[in-house]
């Protein structure tokens, strides 16, 4: 009702697991780091739990956009069954032809076996993932632990990826299920999401749902975390309530007051003595959040190799000495991401500073990966990251490009995220991509406008759309930084300058 008033795409906060709105904070990309490496990684299982409402089936949806095409994946939703209908459940997910026998499993995990060696003969991987695996009844786990038998000399046919809630953990903490417990080769828990993490939340759903104005205050926002205690679904919950309240009043944004009216007409009680704060709470409370939405929406600068020529200055006698009101800020290279917002609050979207190639000589990702006359390998996409920074990546010295860049001034970030962290960082990345015969691919990414990424593989500039990156990319991504505290000067009371700015 409310899409058209706020002019929205989409509601922005359904509470269906759309992998579009995944918000990957720090714990999410470990999760999913975690359910990557059980895809690509050999040999037992791998665990992930969260309370209900977490973003444990997200996580899974986003997994399955970015599988390579050499895995077959059986997905089990519904795990309340039987041994035998949970083996004919997997080879049914599967596509694999079976027996109709119900008297013996023998010919069920014959097929399975069957089809498990011919896959792993064709270089294909096939890989389990069970959700609410909480529900899983101590003799389907038993089957599991038996199905991870099924392997050759030096590695497992399949992987067994197990998502389900805390309880999990109880179940197979008992005796009878040890040997299961042991076969878990990685563990991560998901926990709900922190203040500035339910901010961002917000932020990022309503923007991937077209919102061009901040449509929560930073007080409503505050109130949001409090009331349903960082869980996803609950915020979401809240969220799409408080956005029709708004719609209904015809109001341009959401406040602190009405998200209090929408938690209690969906059943959420709030705390008490969460309803009214002292007067000065609430004003430092604002003044954070303030803070942090400046944070979450400020331009971000890509510094150059002449940065240190365009900083103001602060000379090494004088640590006190006040910044000049004049002073120019530093200029940005003309390749940087760029971010920012208008006067009016709208987000700017990132400006995409190379020369667009003809469509019709333009080849697809897919083709250019495939040509081994095209350099996809690590060094040539570094020394392109290091030429955005005026520097010749093969006179530097060090054993990776992380250590070379040390030599320059430069910091490095090396993680797992998504767009929106590259969107952020607002600098050029080296990303890797892995194609369907599971080699690795690192390519350049040099900027980035609504849905297209402009990109330099081989040395040669293209741009592609954000889906065509999304098959191969699994979130690794390397960015060059330069910290304005390169001098290592200690800060102290009563000084001033772009030092303590920073």
């Keep these: 009702m409310y899409i058209r008033h706020f002019g929205l795409k989409e509601p922005p906060f359904s509470i269906a697991p759309d992998p ?11 999760a999913l780091a975690h359910l990557i490496y ?32 050499n895995v077959d994946v059986a997905l089990i939703l519904y795990p309340i069954l039987s041994v035998q209908e949970f083996i004919v459940a997997i080879c049914d997910e599967l596509r694999i032809k079976h027996p109709k026998r119900k008297d013996t499993l023998k010919p069920l995990i014959d097929a399975l076996n069957a089809f498990l060696l011919e896959n792993h003969s064709k270089g294909r991987r096939t890989v389990l993932i069970i959700d609410e695996a909480q529900n899983l009844s101590r003799d389907v786990l038993e089957q599991l632990r038996l199905l991870t038998n099924l392997e050759t000399n030096t590695e497992k046919l399949m ?7 805390p309880e999990l953990d109880n179940m197979l903490t008992q005796a009878d299920l040890r040997q299961l417990a042991q076969r878990i080769t990685a563990r991560y828990s998901l926990m709900s999401l922190s203040p500035h993490e339910t901010s961002d939340y917000i932020v990022h759903r309503c923007r991937v749902a077209g919102a061009k104005n901040q449509l929560f205050s930073p007080a409503a926002m505050r109130c949001v975390h409090r009331y349903s205690g960082g869980v996803p679904r609950v915020v979401n919950m809240i969220c799409d309530r408080a956005l029709l309240g708004a719609y209904a009043r015809s109001l ?19 705390p008490k003595g969460a309803l009214l704060l002292r007067p000065s709470v609430a004003a430092a409370a604002a003044i954070a959040a303030a803070l ?9 600068l890509k510094p150059s190799t002449a940065e240190s020529a365009q900083q103001v200055s602060v000379p090494a006698d004088k640590p006190d000495a006040q910044v000049s009101a004049r002073a120019e800020p530093a200029k940005l290279p003309n390749d940087s991401l760029r971010t920012g917002v208008e006067s009016s609050g709208q987000a700017v979207e990132l400006a995409q500073q190379q020369r667009q190639p003809q469509p019709h000589k333009t080849p697809t990702l897919s083709q250019l990966l495939a040509d081994p006359n095209i350099a996809t390998d690590t060094d040539t996409a570094l020394a392109g990251l290091f030429a955005h920074w005026g520097f010749d990546y093969a006179e530097l010295s060090g054993l990776t490009g992380c250590a070379r860049a040390v030599t320059t001034g430069l910091q490095c970030i ?13 600098r050029p990345a080296v990303i890797e991509l892995i194609d369907e015969r599971g080699q690795k691919h690192h390519v350049l990414v040099s900027g980035l406008k609504g849905d297209e990424v402009s990109s330099e593989i081989g040395g040669q500039r293209y741009s592609f759309p954000v889906s065509d990156f999304d098959q191969y990319w699994y979130g690794q991504y390397l960015v060059l930084w330069k910290p304005p505290l390169a001098d290592g000067r200690v800060l102290r009371r009563g000084m001033r300058g772009p030092w303590v700015v920073w």
């Design 20 to 30: 579009r709105y995944l918000y990957l904070s720090r714990q999410h990309q470990e």
């Design 38 to 69: 059980g895809v690509t990684e050999g040999g037992g299982f791998v665990q992930l739990t969260g309370d209900v409402g977490t973003g444990k089936t997200m996580l899974i949806r986003a997994l399955l956009e970015r599988l390579p095409a």
């Design 159 to 165: 992987q067994i990826l197990l998502v389900g809630q």
């Design 252 to 270: 341009s944004s959401v406040s602190a007051g009405m998200v209090r009216r929408a938690t209690g007409q969906i059943g959420i009680v709030i």
């Design 292 to 300: 942090l939405i400046g944070w979450q929406v400020m331009p971000m």
């Design 414 to 426: 090396l993680q797992s995220g998504t767009w929106n962290n590259l969107r952020h960082l607002n």
